[in-house]
């Protein structure tokens, strides 16, 4: 990302009040039904609530919402685009992956969409703009990322939220001996090890956003010190992960965690309504991913989806209508408490009901933010850093690999196509 990341636009996130002054838009006297995809299969019934009130708005614009189960749903995507059968409209992955889908043109430019500029700044923009700051998305929402843990088994072992790393470890050591499972995480299903362990921690141990642009500009090596200690830090969760993990599924550790066997779970706040729904009989919280001792704080605060405007669309002008509207303070504060732990992107902040999200968000006072470190410049070429570090990781945590190894193998990856990686032995 080529522009700083405000407190503001990230942390908060949210829409500024506009109200449309024209008033209700009819399109014509004949509905029109757009198709809408996502990877967000379990939202159905929120976000037909939050359709509902852009329909009730436009009644002769419908929109039908048509989920594809997260793992496929790229490659869905894709081959409908070819295909000629893609949705109207779509959410769309930040940085490389919808970037692509712009450069072949499959994504329509939003660059005059009423409302856009005037309510999300420049940086938000950018997960889903060309590099000289042409938007084709409209920015959605983001997620954050820390640790669940189960307030019951911290008050009953008599343990304090860990300030840092070093006092993380030692709680954990301290659940272990109690006979309790310390983390519910397992790398059966093995992008949470990339998404919600090693992308969790990292911040903390490469010096958050300053840390990432050092090595994108080329000024240090991805197999430095710091690069190795993330690393090691995925190391020394090993033996407070659950026997047999590599065997379990992101399900299964939810679940351990729901039925109180495991004390915490590393994970992203798009969990908060499942966790919730499935009313565990203990109560729990959230805290931020501690760093080591003496080193700064940082939270990984990413920006997740924006919604995309299908260049083939036989609806373009009822679909940016539905767009304009997703500039509005009101679809902000829709998306915020329908959806929560999901965080609208905008300049100014709705109020939130749920308490978990509004812990989730006071989780970035205080602390450097960022985005997953492997979005920005590092999936835009073979092999891309998302895979390096997920293999790295797991590679680390089954004692596959040491972590210089797994530092090593990054390094030597991105060198291959990454123009600013320098040669580092």
Same mark, same amino acid.
């Given at each position: ?19 449309? @002054? ?34 009730? !708005? ?13 793992? +496929? #749903? ?16 779509? #959410? ?9 889908? #712009? ?60 300030? *840092? ?42 010096? =958050? ?5 050092? #090595? ?41 965690? $729901? ?18 729904? +499935? ?14 001792? =003496? ?10 989806? =924006?919604?995309?405007?299908?260049? @083939? ?16 303070? +009101? ?56 895979? $390096? ?12 690999? *040491? ?17 600013? =990686?320098?040669?580092? !032995?």
């Amino acid at each position: 990302m080529s522009k700083r990341l405000t407190l503001a636009a990230s942390v908060f996130s949210l829409c500024a009040l506009m109200v449309l @002054a024209a008033g209700p838009v009819s399109v014509s006297a004949k509905t029109v039904t757009l198709t809408l995809g996502s990877w967000r299969v379990d939202d159905v019934d929120q976000v037909n609530r939050i359709i509902a009130a852009f329909n009730a !708005k436009h009644p002769d614009i419908r929109i039908k919402f048509q989920p594809t189960n997260p793992p +496929e #749903y790229n490659a869905t995507l894709r081959t409908q685009l070819e295909g000629g059968t893609a949705p109207d409209l779509f #959410y769309l992955r930040s940085f490389a992956t919808s970037r692509q889908l #712009y450069e072949e043109k499959f994504l329509e430019p939003l660059g005059d969409l009423p409302g856009l500029k005037e309510n999300f700044t420049a940086a938000t923009i950018s997960p889903w703009a060309t590099e000289d700051g042409l938007a084709y998305g409209v920015p959605m929402m983001a997620v954050s990322h820390g640790i669940y843990y189960n307030t019951d088994i911290f008050n009953k072992l008599k343990l304090n939220i860990p300030d *840092t790393w070093e006092q993380l470890m030692d709680a954990a050591k301290a659940v272990k001996k109690a006979g309790i499972v310390p983390f519910a995480n397992a790398s059966g299903d093995e992008w949470t090890i990339a998404e919600i362990v090693f992308m969790n921690l990292a911040p903390n141990f490469i010096g =958050g956003r300053e840390g990432r642009l050092a #090595y994108l500009s080329g000024d240090r090596c991805f197999n430095d010190t710091h690069v190795v200690n993330a690393f090691q830090a995925v190391g020394d969760l090993s033996p407070y992960l659950p026997k047999g993990q590599e065997a379990l599924s992101y399900y299964d550790s939810q679940q351990m965690f $729901l039925m109180g066997e495991a004390a915490m779970w590393m994970g992203g706040s798009w969990d908060i309504s499942f966790f919730e729904t +499935e009313k565990a009989d203990f109560n729990w919280s959230v805290f931020a991913m501690p760093a080591p001792a =003496g080193q700064p704080e940082h939270v990984t605060f990413h920006m997740d989806a =924006g919604m995309g405007l299908n260049a @083939a669309s036989t609806h373009k002008k009822e679909a940016r209508i539905f767009l304009e509207w997703m500039t509005t303070n +009101e679809f902000a504060r829709l998306l915020g408490n329908e959806l929560p732990g999901f965080f609208p992107v905008c300049k100014a902040p709705p109020e939130l009901s749920n308490d978990h999200a509004n812990t989730f968000l006071s989780l970035n006072k205080g602390r450097g933010l960022d985005v997953r470190w492997a979005w920005p410049k590092l999936l835009d070429g073979k092999p891309d850093g998302y895979s $390096l570090m997920q293999n790295g990781a797991i590679g680390v945590l089954n004692g596959k690999l *040491t972590p210089k190894q797994a530092a090593d193998a990054l390094q030597e990856g991105l060198a291959q196509w990454l123009k600013t =990686g320098k040669p580092c !032995k």
